[in-house]
């Protein structure tokens, strides 16, 4: 009866220590690295963040903007792979510094938890070490050079006379175009803000994610947001990766959690994209109502003047 009672007690403590390995082995671990730790003033180092991702937690990932003593020479895209336990997401980031010293890569931790965080890395940046085994060199004689001789520049400058005769000739005998007729109110362009508010209303009517076509329908809310955003402000969106485009946008003075909750919806846009993440009812309303909050607050900020107002 007590050798049962061991074998059950057993056989209970290896299932429970099974289970926990198992959980722990589960959890989303951080990674960074950098492929070298001294370099020269002007050097590049890369800078490798990774995430391995189980499948039951939830996706992020490590948002950059800039880090002290270091300037970006390249932003990789974030890569994504799928495995049989989950995802794996890396970005390569290439750097260099033009500060002599002793400078630090600092932590990094995913948006869903500030314990999941990187270790932080340590950069030696110096000059190239002078060579003392080497004499200096003499001073040089003065090198005598043959002056060259003058230009004549006389046939330049009658050529030049007669290229500036034969324009005013033109510019005085040509026919003066006739004006374009008024464009009418059918025809003229509306105004950026417009354009992508009548754009949002259409989105909603199409119900794409209805028919199944979540991906579609965040590419479209994304582009609108995008060309509003290139043609009100002059950011070229359209060319930049997600970060970049986040990271220029602190420049139009939204209020924090306005900007706060516009980078979460532009990233959360790119894990259904790229990484396969299945967004709720409730993250399709609230990526949403954030582009389009955002856009009136830009308005709101930058009011257009029309002609009749001046």
Do not use: C
């Amino acid at each position: 009866m007590k050798e049962r009672r061991i074998n059950k007690a057993i056989h209970s403590l290896l299932f429970l220590g099974i289970a926990f390995l198992g959980n722990a082995q589960e959890k989303t671990t951080v990674r960074a690295s950098v492929d070298k730790n001294s370099i020269l003033i002007g050097e590049h180092i890369n800078l490798v963040l990774e995430a391995d991702i189980p499948e039951n937690d939830p996706i992020g990932f490590f948002a950059v903007d800039s880090i002290t003593h270091f300037e970006f020479l390249q932003k990789g895209k974030i890569d994504t792979t799928n495995t049989n336990k989950g995802t794996i997401l890396k970005q390569l980031f290439r750097i260099t510094s033009f500060d002599s010293g002793q400078w630090v890569i600092p932590s990094y931790h995913m948006p869903q938890s500030e314990d999941l965080k990187t270790d932080s890395i340590i950069i030696n940046v110096g000059y190239l070490p002078m060579d003392t085994t080497k004499d200096y060199n003499d001073i040089k004689e003065i090198i005598e050079v043959n002056a060259k001789k003058k230009m004549d520049w006389t046939w330049y400058y009658v050529g030049g006379g007669v290229l500036l005769v034969l324009l005013l000739i033109y510019l005085l005998t040509r026919k003066k175009k006739k004006k374009p007729a008024q464009a009418t109110e059918a025809q003229k362009i509306i105004d950026p803000y417009t354009e992508a508010i009548q754009q949002l209303e259409i989105l909603q009517k199409e119900n794409l994610l209805a028919k199944d076509e979540t991906k579609l329908h965040y590419s479209r809310l994304t582009d609108i947001f995008r060309v509003y955003v290139e043609k009100r402000k002059n950011i070229h969106s359209l060319q930049q990766t997600t970060d970049d485009l986040v990271y220029q946008l602190k420049n139009i003075h939204l209020d924090k959690e306005q900007y706060d909750q516009l980078a979460g919806a532009l990233r959360l846009v790119d894990f259904v994209k790229f990484a396969k993440y299945i967004p709720t009812d409730a993250d399709h309303a609230n990526v949403f109502a954030t582009i389009k909050k955002t856009i009136e607050q830009i308005e709101r900020l930058n009011p257009v003047t029309t002609a009749k107002e001046e």
